[in-house]
């Protein structure tokens, strides 16, 4: 067409006029921490597991989950998931139910047979793993996959440790525990059971092994001193919970007074009712406020009909089962203090909770080694004082969790696999934490957290079935999608649409974006639209 | 009204896109063959609204359209920014004659189009708020009333932006502008002046009237798209903030429509042949204050002393919407 | 074929024969009848293919024209007056854009005082404004002027403005040859236009153009304005070649050769000159006329031509640039530079004012006789200007003008022919 001068034009002409010259500061897209990935203890990538569960990928997002923790199953169960606490979400609604997706991932790999990829190369290199509690069957993991030859030497007659012998059934079934303990053993690791490490260094020179990790569990049961009658029935939890595990069920009596506030105290008392206790009560000195032991597990507990007498401290246990209780007040520090009030409870026996110890004497003669409180020193790697020995999960200081036990077994076998190698592990750079002011909550679509339906009050009391039951797939589905995906872009293609210049490229999926710096002017509407905080604005320099 | 069936918690209904959706499902600037009808290498200020707002609508009745489109612009910033001598930033047949006479201009290609039996071409006239609802009012209101088959869209920032920033009779009550500056015992804009042209719209009892706004692209495309479905005139008139004329961040263009429309001061609805239809709910109601504390237009609002009086006003204007439209929802 | 019909209706057919496929109607006095005709014909089913539509205001139908022309549709809107006025933004607009509109201007005066007779004050508002501008002098050649002027404006992608004078020619049944459709398709062949929108082939059309680009653009605006003096006699030409009729061109010369006075009007007004011109031929007088078809493009070496050998030229006109004098006599001074010759500025016809053949007769012997002022006011009442002036000396609050002369005057009807 023979177009008049300078006043038709033709299309596509403007690409000639860089309007990126303007800018004074540019986007750029970064990957921030979401908070529960920071909160984790066991240092999962929940937001990236979360996202491929909302793809409806449950296997590729039990597989990056297992990438950092292969106990999903368990997890989802025991765990106290501080994610959840973390979550951003909870500022606009509720929390992710991270900890039901994370069960439902670990059924629905049990429910499938899903498998660990064997490692792709051995290393030849030999690591001793004491203990097969949370921390050593995940450092064992974790080091197998690494090409390490592996060997589990575990003291009792099963795998599984303290969450074997010291979570009920009700909340962990045993066919979730093994069947995870076994995918794990699958990759080739050997287990030696009932076997004793007495002295870590003869064990390890005997089996030619080049480290080991230690993992033992706080077994030993703390002691107050009670005074007491001879028939007076007094037991420790661990041991309560341990011979729930065999065929003589422990006998407790029709009521049962339980003496601590941890998450231990609880598993007993319900433990009790479950029983078949008519009346379980917990004897606490400080208020529920102060209790160790997670809200929902007294709230749940609370429920099935157990007592709790708060501020209250045991003064001795007589023959026939009185009990002389006294009560406390808090001071003006918040610690209690006695008031000389006193009551009497009656009781069949007597629970004392009261924490546990770790047994060290594997450890004794090992030169360098530093005990403090109970427990081993070890430095940010893991390792003892004494090279090549490293240890974690109860061993060692710290919040004695499953997933704190998971967390040390991941982080010490990167650790132990750096320091065989010869090049130490250096953790990568953390993110900045994503924080409830980068994102743009408004794109999110507001509904409640589905709430995993409880079983029958009256049926829980009386059986070990599961008190919560899990997700079904389509409720996973809903729960992973509540993610917000803090920090981490997720393609909901906000910036490709709300820049006003056409200055981002969509590459496509899984391929994220890029800025188109020719056209981009700066403005920033893709930082401040961008829901989750995937972008940033930078100085220009010029 | 229903904008998709089935809700995505994690990537919402309100993203441009979702990676979860089918591929049709998703919004048209989601898609990498969106027609970018209004092409980088434009002038526009940063974070302008009105080219958002423009590429949006232009980009969806095109995907309506089948790419069958002709465009109509009024003189105005979007006429100025996008097509200086000797570069334009349109990918689509476009004309630009006068700042009054866009819907007119419209009308005389809408003609042409069914003389020449190219019916399957469909024409759009665009403009300003000032070349809408003030010096292009007779024709919009004459090709409204002959019912010609234009889609006409008022892109509003709600004053005279390219002139630079003088009261229009879109410029809500009290903010500032270059001819209604912020002095004296009443300063700003006067209120109880002005005029909505989209119930003026309405009026001319035309097939289908909208208000969309930047803050809201499903909705916005939602409306474009119907419209093109709709043979006679049609109007939807969106909100498009300004940064510049405003006096507001660039980077804060759609948080600020979206408080428009939350706050109620600009209610998203539709309405077909003269009767209200449908409207927006608002998802997160917001005072007035919010949305008009961003802006440097209302500065003089929110002095040492709050005019606590004239923000009552304006909470009056969108409490007065969120009733009469219904937007609180169910 | 030949019919007895008002000069409106003889529009109206010669668009319909030219098969225009947008028409935009806004009512203003004189010229409705011409679309009232063919928005009739429209609906009746005669006219087919063609846009008949009824505007809000005269911007709005030229801007429709605008729309419909740039869509690539013959497009067609006519106008008076306070209506060209109204759409003196689109009218600009449309040159600047290079669409070949074709919109007739029936003459008429602008107020205020408001006044809806005749003269050409209206098309000389929008001379400079980039159109073609022909002036019929017969409703015969208003319509030749009309199948002409879509050939015209098509080849050059410029609007054109078929003038004709109000009432006189608008409101005058004449006999006209109306040709047949076969005749015109044959003359004028389909809108081929030189930029279009189009789906297909998209453009932006009507870009901001800065200091860099903008002379250009007006220079080449003019250069179309010269290629239309080439080619709107080769078109007059070729018109008569297949309708057998001389009609448009430039200029058209009467009794010229020899004259030492030569009259130069526009319009229908030629009629009147020729006659008076014929009397004075016959009594002896070395005089002749030249009418101006073409008034944009301004015709000035045909002109030249014409003129440079008589000794005095009169230019009648029916408008005037106030404060300065004639707005035609400006063109053909500059179609006379460096000839020494007296010319004389003769302002006719204001607001439909007869021109009688009286009048001129007396007026041309006086320019013979070299007693004529250079700018005169023909038949201008001088007794009631100078009572005005008298009045406004010693009165502050006069009141309106044209209301006091009104009630001088008496009647109205005695001053117009």
Redesign the interface.
């Known amino acids: 067409m023979d177009k008049p001068f300078a006043i038709t034009l033709d299309v596509g002409s403007s690409l000639a006029n860089k309007t990126g010259s303007w800018r004074t500061s540019r986007p750029v897209y970064l990957d921030r921490l979401p908070p529960c990935n920071h909160a984790c203890p066991a240092g999962e990538n929940i937001q990236n597991w979360l996202f491929h569960a909302e793809g409806g990928h449950y296997e590729a997002a039990w597989r990056a989950l297992t990438a950092d923790n292969p106990l999903p199953g368990v997890m989802g169960r025991v765990c106290y998931h501080p994610c959840e606490g973390a979550c951003n979400r909870g500022q606009l609604d509720e929390p992710v139910g991270i900890n039901s997706v994370e069960r439902f991932l670990g059924d629905e790999a049990l429910r499938r047979g899903w498998k660990f990829e064997p490692p792709a190369r051995e290393t030849g290199k030999r690591v001793l793993v004491v203990g097969a509690g949370p921390s050593g069957l995940v450092a064992a993991y974790h080091l197998r996959r690494f090409g390490h030859t592996v060997k589990i030497v575990e003291a009792g007659p099963f795998a599984g440790g303290m969450m074997r012998f010291g979570i009920p059934k009700y909340r962990l079934p045993r066919e979730v525990l093994d069947g995870e303990i076994q995918r794990i053993l699958d990759l080739g690791i050997e287990l030696q059971l009932d076997t004793k490490v007495a002295d870590i260094r003869e064990a390890m020179a005997a089996g030619g092994f080049d480290a080991a990790f230690l993992a033992v569990g706080a077994h030993i049961a703390k002691r107050a001193f009670i005074p007491a009658g001879s028939a007076a029935r007094m037991l420790d939890a661990v041991s309560v919970l341990r011979s729930m595990e065999g065929e003589d069920k422990p006998m407790l009596g029709r009521r049962v007074v339980v003496y601590g506030g941890g998450n231990t105290a609880l598993d007993v008392a319900r433990t009790a009712k479950r029983l078949g206790a008519s009346e379980a009560i917990i004897v606490y000195r400080r208020t529920r406020e102060k209790m160790p032991a997670h809200d929902f597990e007294v709230e749940e507990a609370l429920q099935e009909g157990i007592l709790i007498k708060w501020l209250s401290t045991i003064k001795n246990m007589a023959d026939g089962g009185t009990l002389t209780v006294e009560k406390m007040a808090l001071d003006d520090k918040g610690f209690p203090q006695p008031t000389g009030e006193i009551e009497t409870l009656e009781a069949d026996s007597l629970v004392m909770a009261l924490g546990q110890d770790v047994d060290l004497s594997l450890l004794e003669g090992v030169p360098g080694l530093e005990i403090k409180d109970g427990v081993v020193q070890v430095g940010t790697n893991m390792m003892t004082g004494y090279p090549g020995v490293f240890a974690g999960g109860d061993m060692v200081p710290s919040e004695r969790t499953v997933t704190v036990a998971a967390g040390h077994g991941k982080k010490a076998a990167r650790h132990i696999d750096g320091w065989l190698s010869g090049n130490a592990w250096v953790p990568p750079q953390k993110h900045e934490i994503a924080t409830f002011g980068n994102l743009n909550t408004w794109y999110y679509s507001d509904a409640p957290k589905t709430v995993r339906p409880l079983l029958d009050i009256m049926r829980r009391k009386s059986t070990f079935e599961e008190v919560v039951s899990g997700l079904d797939e389509k409720n996973a589905l809903f729960e992973a999608r509540r993610c917000l995906s803090c920090g981490n872009c997720f393609e909901c293609d906000n910036c490709y649409g709300v820049c006003p210049d056409n200055a981002v490229i969509k590459l496509g999926p899984g391929n994220r974006f890029e800025f188109n710096y020719d056209y981009c002017k700066g403005c920033g509407i893709c930082v401040s639209e961008c829901p989750c905080g995937a972008i940033k604005m930078v100085p220009e320099t010029i | 009204m229903e904008l998709q069936t089935v809700k995505f918690y994690q990537t919402g209904t309100f993203t441009v896109g979702n990676r979860l959706l089918a591929e049709d499902e998703r919004s048209v600037q989601a898609n990498t063959e969106r027609t970018n009808s209004l092409n980088s290498g434009h002038r526009a200020c940063q974070g302008c609204g009105e080219a958002l707002g423009a590429r949006y609508a232009i980009d969806a009745a095109m995907r309506a359209t089948n790419n069958q489109i002709i465009a109509v612009n009024a003189t105005g910033c979007l006429e100025v920014f996008s097509t200086p001598y000797p570069e334009t930033s349109w990918q689509i047949p476009w004309i630009h004659s006068l700042f009054g006479n866009a819907a007119a201009v419209a009308s005389g290609v809408v003609a042409a189009m069914r003389v020449t039996g190219k019916t399957d071409i469909r024409v759009i006239a665009q403009g300003g708020d000032g070349g809408t609802t003030d010096i292009g009012f007779g024709c919009l209101s004459g090709m409204f009333e002959r019912n010609d088959d234009v889609l006409y869209l008022c892109y509003d920032n709600e004053a005279y932006m390219n002139t630079g920033v003088q009261r229009s009779s879109a410029t809500p009550p009290a903010a500032r502008t270059a001819t209604t500056p912020a002095i004296g015992p009443d300063p700003g804009n006067v209120a109880g002046t002005g005029k909505n042209v989209p119930l003026i719209a309405m009026a001319h009892n035309i097939p289908y009237v909208a208000t969309a706004s930047v803050a809201n692209l499903r909705d916005l495309e939602f409306k474009v798209t119907k419209a093109m479905g709709i043979h006679g005139a049609r109007y939807i008139h969106i909100h498009v903030p300004c940064p510049l004329g405003w006096g507001s961040a660039p980077a804060d263009t759609i948080r600020i429509a979206r408080l428009a429309v939350e706050s109620g001061l600009f209610p998203l609805f539709e309405a077909e042949h003269g009767e209200v239809t449908g409207r927006t709910p608002i998802r997160q109601r917001v005072p007035v204050d919010e949305y008009l504390k961003l802006q440097k237009r209302f500065a003089h609002l929110f002095g040492k002393e709050p005019d606590t009086a004239r923000i009552a006003q304006v909470q009056a204007t969108a409490d007065r919407n969120i009733a009469r439209f219904g937007l609180l929802g169910d | 074929m030949r019919k007895q019909i008002e000069g409106s209706r003889a529009v109206a057919e010669a668009i319909a024969l030219s098969r225009p496929?947008?028409i935009?109607a806004y009512p203003i006095t004189p010229q409705t009848h011409i679309v009232e005709g063919l928005g009739e014909m429209v609906k009746a089913g005669e006219l087919t293919?063609?846009?008949f539509?009824?505007?809000?205001?005269e911007?709005?139908a030229l801007?429709?024209?605008?729309?419909?022309?740039?869509?690539?549709?013959r497009?067609y809107t006519a106008t008076s007056s306070q209506g060209l006025l109204f759409m003196a933004?689109?009218v600009y607009?449309a040159a600047?854009?290079?669409l070949p509109i074709v919109m007739t201007i029936g003459n008429r005066a602008i107020g205020a005082p408001i006044n809806i007779w005749n003269d050409h004050s209206d098309s000389m508002s929008m001379r400079d404004a980039g159109w073609i501008q022909l002036f019929a002098e017969t409703n015969q050649e208003a319509l030749d002027l009309h199948i002409q002027a879509f050939r015209l404006a098509e080849e050059l992608?410029l609007p054109v403005m078929v003038c004709m004078d109000g009432f006189i020619l608008t409101h005058a049944y004449e006999r006209v040859d109306v040709p047949s459709q076969e005749q015109v398709d044959a003359y004028l062949p389909p809108y081929e236009p030189?930029?279009?929108?189009?789906?297909g082939?998209?453009?932006?059309?009507?870009?901001?153009?800065?200091p860099?680009?903008?002379m250009?653009?007006r220079y080449?605006a003019h250069h179309k304005q010269l290629r239309a003096l080439q080619l709107i006699p080769q078109l007059s030409a070729l018109y008569k070649q297949q309708f057998g009729r001389d009609s448009g061109g430039l200029i058209r010369s009467y009794r010229t050769e020899g004259a030492e006075t030569i009259v130069v009007s526009l319009g229908s007004v030629n009629g009147t000159v020729q006659e008076v011109i014929d009397d004075m031929r016959d009594a002896g007088t070395a005089i002749g006329s030249v009418g101006i078809c073409s008034f944009r493009p301004f015709p000035l070496a045909a002109l030249r031509d014409v003129l440079q050998h008589a000794k005095r030229v009169v230019v009648l006109e029916k408008c005037f640039a106030v404060g300065l004098g004639g707005i035609v006599s400006d063109g053909v001074r500059n179609s006379l530079s460096g000839i020494q010759l007296k010319g004389y500025t003769v302002v006719a016809g204001l607001g439909g004012r007869s021109i009688t053949k009286a009048s001129l007769r007396q007026l041309f012997e006086d320019a013979g006789a070299d007693e004529l002022e250079q700018m005169t006011f023909l038949d201008l009442n001088a007794d009631v200007v100078s009572h005005e002036l008298e009045r406004e000396t010693h009165t502050r609050r006069t009141g309106p003008t044209a209301e006091a002369i009104l009630r001088r005057l008496g009647t109205v009807g005695s001053q117009v022919g």
Do not use: H, K
Not at chain 3, 63 to 73: K, T, Y
């Open positions: 496929q947008v935009c293919n063609c846009e539509i009824n505007v809000e205001s911007f709005a801007s429709v024209a605008i729309g419909a022309s740039a869509a690539g549709a497009a933004e689109a607009n600047g854009l290079g992608s030189r930029q279009v929108l189009d789906t082939n998209p453009v932006s059309i009507g870009a901001m153009v800065g860099e680009a903008f250009e653009v080449l």
